[in-house]
Every structure is written in structure tokens, then in C-alpha cells.
T-cell receptor, first 111, second 115 residues
Framework: QKEVEQNSGPLSVPEGAIASLNCTYS??????FFWYRQYSGKSPELIMS????GDKEDGRFTAQLNKASQYVSLLIRDSQPSDSATYLC???????????FGSGTQLTVLP | DGGITQSPKYLFRKEGQNVTLSCEQN?????MYWYRQDPGQGLRLIYY???????QKGDIAEGYSVSREKKESFPLTVTSAQKNPTAFYLC??????????????FGAGSRLTVL
């Protein structure tokens, strides 16, 4: 079982819709969770971090964490074509300081 | 502006050659990392360094070597022992937040192609 699982997609949503990206993980000791956005051919950029159960909102982005169910999700409201990218879920667990990444979900927002 | 500089952006290597990818940061971060990304896949950790003159193997260290002689620099050498080196290589550094988590900042990446 992979440590961090994401649906690879592609996920397509129309402009203005809500895009929902999901990530599950296997290590119950995981503590810190991150969502990175990666445009084609570019490096990842951090868009959200979440450390405790519940929702965290930042503009059009909302991260949701449920440690009991071992999933973290990212909602993008009012999706724009510029949101089209691959979204990577990452986490740290235990005493490890390095991140473990999922394989990413490719999102396409259709104009 | 603070950031991470990777060079070269594109690199072509013949089989049997060693190549070195440069990574320099002026963010005053203690920790630095090298990741490899293959098409359609996530990032896999090659090596990381928490402090100068110390580094640890990541998940896929075979065929790679690093050094950390200065805080600002963490070069990666792809040796001829790496059988499938064609990939996108990403260098990162991290700042430890108040919560204890490491927030990574990435360089622009180096794309290595073996001819």
C-alpha cells in the first residue's frame, strides 16, 4: 500500500465550479499535511498547509483534514482555467522531517 | 530576492558520464533536499541534509552522491551507476515552522536527459 494515495485524474470541472481533490494516507502518526500546485514543466509551489482536524480556508482554497479517517482534501471554489495544474498531497509523519508526496491529481478547468 | 537557484535548467548526458547539478539557496535555511520526479509521478526523495557536513540517504539514493560543504550549497552528482537517470530533478530547502513542520521551497528544477 502506498503511503500517500491520490487519484491521478485527470479531473475536469467547468469554470466557476468547485473542484474537490482527495488524498488518503496510511500512517496514523502523520502530523503535517500540505497541498502543492505544480504547473506543467514547473516546480511545485505550496498553496495550503493543515495540521489539525477540521477545515482551513485561504481565499478560494479550503483544506480539510480528518485524521480518524486518514484523509485530507482540497476544495477549490470558483475554479478558474488558471487553476489547471497537478495538485500534490504531501505529509510528514513521526520524527521524519522530510515530506512524503502522493503522485498527484491532474486538474483541468474548462472555460 | 531570496530563493533557490538550480543549474543547469536542461542537461544532456551520454551513458557512462557523471554529471553534477547545482543548487544554491540564499534563504538561510538549514535543511536542503533533492527530489526526483518522473512523468506522471510524485516526488521521490534522493538525499537530504539537515546541517552542513551532514546528509542522509532518501528513498532512492543509489547511483547518486551529494555534498554539503556550505550552508548555501547542496550539489547532486548523478553517477554512471544510476541506470535510469532521465528525470526532472528538484532541489528544495526548508524552514521549520512554529508547529514543527518543515515547509519546503523549491528551485525551478533541472531536466536531465540521457542520450
Amino acid at each position: 500500500q502506498k503511503e500517500v494515495e491520490q487519484n491521478s485524474g485527470p479531473l475536469s470541472v467547468p469554470e466557476g465550479a468547485i473542484a474537490s481533490l482527495n488524498c488518503t494516507y496510511s500512517d496514523r502518526g502523520s502530523q503535517s499535511f500540505f497541498w502543492y500546485r505544480q504547473y506543467s514543466g514547473k516546480s511545485p509551489e505550496l498553496i495550503m498547509s493543515i495540521y489539525s482536524n477540521g477545515d482551513k480556508e485561504d481565499g478560494r482554497f479550503t483544506a480539510q483534514l480528518n485524521k480518524a479517517s486518514q484523509y485530507v482534501s482540497l476544495l477549490i471554489r470558483d475554479s478558474q482555467p488558471s487553476d489547471s495544474a497537478t495538485y500534490l498531497c504531501a505529509l510528514t509523519s513521526g520524527s521524519a522531517r522530510q515530506l512524503t508526496f502522493g503522485s498527484g491529481t491532474q486538474l483541468t478547468v474548462l472555460p | 530576492d531570496g530563493g533557490i537557484t538550480q543549474s543547469p535548467k536542461y542537461l544532456f548526458r551520454k551513458e557512462g558520464q557523471n554529471v553534477t547539478l547545482s543548487c544554491e539557496q540564499n534563504l538561510n535555511h538549514d535543511a536542503m533536499y533533492w527530489y526526483r520526479q518522473d512523468p506522471g509521478q510524485g516526488l521521490r526523495l534522493i538525499y537530504y541534509s539537515q546541517i552542513v557536513n551532514d546528509f542522509q540517504k532518501g528513498d532512492i539514493a543509489e547511483g547518486y552522491s551529494v555534498s554539503r560543504e556550505k550552508k548555501e550549497s547542496f550539489p547532486l552528482t548523478v553517477t554512471s551507476a544510476q541506470k535510469n537517470p532521465t528525470a526532472f530533478y528538484l532541489c528544495a530547502s526548508s524552514l521549520r515552522t512554529a508547529s514543527g513542520a518543515n515547509v519546503l521551497t523549491f528551485g525551478a528544477g533541472s531536466r536531465l536527459t540521457v542520450l
